[in-house]
T-cell receptor, first 114, second 112 residues
Framework: DTGVSQDPRHKITKRGQNVTFRCDPI?????LYWYRQTLGQGPEFLTY????????KSRLLSDRFSAERPKGSFSTLEIQRTEQGDSAMYLC????????????FGPGTRLTVT | KNQVEQSPQSLIILEGKNCTLQ??????????LRWYKQDTGRGPVSLTI?????NTKSNGRYTATLDADTKQSSLHITASQLSDSASYIC???????????FGRGTSLIVHP
């Protein structure tokens, strides 16, 4: 399967702990996006990369959130000092620059903060 | 402000019936509109993508329409199946940003 993959699929953590999620985009896609989705809502944009450069960040991305894409391939999203309000589905999507409007989504990582 | 509104919020239909989901947007200038299907606990999967010049596009039993003048789109599902039970999300690109605007989705439940 050459689609977007995310790891882990589920994560349960205690409040105050740090968590890190990984996203592997489709190999030829140089744009990578992170979204957060809560129950009954559409995905909310967090940040996106073109190759290794982080080009835009949402105001939703507080200081506790950081994302990297060090070699322009996979990306990580880290949440420090998790809070219960961080509980959500974290989605990753990728696209080519030419097809930048056609985003392919991964299966998501479900985070539960207890 | 770029916004996408979807209706209804939820819908329950019987298997075999048709249904239509609505999407209104204020994104300007408009680039394209996509409909995604999202099964529970999964990532969204693209159904159709429509640009300014396209009025109708079909993908199997799914038919999307676009009226760029009134900034409205619809997704029509024909002969619904149990597997159509999912959330359907309307996504509009444009507004001077590469970041698309997502609707909240319509939750569709198909009963046998």
């Amino acid at each position: 399967d050459t689609g977007v993959s995310q790891d882990p699929r589920h994560k349960i953590t205690k409040r105050g702990q740090n968590v890190t999620f990984r996203c592997d985009p489709i190999s030829e896609h140089n744009r990578l996006y992170w979204y957060r989705q809560t129950l009954g809502q559409g995905p909310e944009f967090l940040t996106y990369f073109q190759n290794e450069a982080q080009l835009e960040k949402s105001r939703l991305l507080s200081d506790r959130f950081s994302a990297e894409r060090p070699k322009g391939s996979f990306s990580t999203l880290e949440i420090q000092r998790t809070e219960q309000g961080d509980s959500a589905m974290y989605l990753c999507a990728s696209s080519t620059v030419a097809g930048r409007y056609e985003q392919y989504f991964g299966p998501g990582t479900r985070l539960t903060v207890t | 402000k770029n916004q996408v509104e979807q209706s209804p919020q939820s819908l329950i239909i019987l298997e075999g019936k048709n249904c239509t989901l609505q999407c209104n947007y204020t994104v300007s200038p408009f680039s394209n509109l996509r409909w995604y299907k999202q099964d529970t606990g999964r990532g969204p999967v693209s159904l159709t993508i429509m640009t300014f010049s396209e009025n109708t596009k079909s993908n199997g039993r799914y038919t999307a329409t676009l009226d760029a003048d009134t900034k409205q789109s619809s997704l029509h599902i024909t002969a619904s199946q149990l597997s159509d039970s999912a959330s359907y999300i309307c996504v509009v690109s444009g507004g001077g940003s590469y970041i698309p605007t997502f609707g909240r989705g319509t939750s569709l439940i198909v009963h046998p």
